[in-house]
């Protein structure tokens, strides 16, 4: 089983769009193939990783963090050292930083990323944390952006643009749950597919129900963490 987002997701990429833009149902669990389920970020991080992807997270507050999807010590630092010889950038461990970036830095960290997605040496996803506090929407009124609005703007939509990034496999996905995110790169042509995540399905509630039930009659200690989180 497959979440019918996620088959959006990948009819879009064989067509050869790089970006998108995924809104609606965030926060909720993820299940599919009968894995345990997880919260939507996590499990994109480990499904893109199955599919032989370096996760690059992204933030305004954390900068670029790698997703840590079980992979062992020795390759999560292969992985670290080969992003930054690719982008020229720093990682940040731990916890979010107090102020987000200033311009500077936003304009390293844009570039370095930009120098990643049109590499072809690996395959390399984005997953953008809060795209709306890179890109807000100014409904029309520009002069409402700040100057580190204006430059992530750019960057973002020539993302998905990029002829060399599109030659790529590489992605960009941006997470924003209320979808507030500047009309530049939700329009037709800006270079991102917006997916909405609905609810889950009769089906896979279904299949979830009974997940949890398998595991509560083998005493496993999931059930009673997925239960406290769900209630």
């Not at 199955?50 to 992979?71: E, I, K, N």
Request: proline share 3%; charged share 25%; aromatic share 6%.
């Amino acid at each position: 089983m497959i979440a019918s987002f996620l088959r959006q997701v990948e009819e879009d990429f064989r067509s050869g769009i790089r970006g998108h833009i995924l809104t609606g149902n965030l926060w909720d669990y993820v299940l599919a193939d009968g894995k345990r389920p997880a919260r939507l970020g996590p499990f994109l991080g480990t499904w893109l990783e199955a599919q032989g992807y370096l996760v690059v997270l992204v933030s305004r507050s954390g900068g670029c963090q790698l997703a840590d999807g079980g992979t062992d010590a020795r390759r999560l630092q292969e992985s670290a050292a080969w992003f930054q010889r690719q982008s020229g950038l720093g990682l940040r461990s731990g916890s979010a930083r107090e102020d987000p970036l200033a311009l500077a830095e936003l304009r390293e960290m844009l570039i370095g990323l930009t120098r990643l997605l049109r590499q072809t040496e690996r395959r390399v996803a984005l997953l953008v944390d809060y795209p709306q506090h890179f890109a807000p929407s100014t409904q029309g009124m520009a002069a409402l952006a700040s100057q580190e609005q204006q430059l992530a703007l750019e960057h973002l939509h020539r993302w998905g643009i990029d002829e060399r990034v599109r030659a790529t496999d590489n992605r960009v996905i941006l997470l924003a749950p209320e979808g507030l995110v500047h009309e530049l790169l939700t329009e037709a042509g800006g270079g991102y597919r917006v997916v909405r995540v609905g609810l889950p399905s009769y089906e896979e509630r279904l299949d979830f129900l009974r997940l949890l039930l398998g595991l509560s009659e083998r005493g496993r200690s999931e059930f009673a963490v997925l239960e406290s989180e769900l209630s």
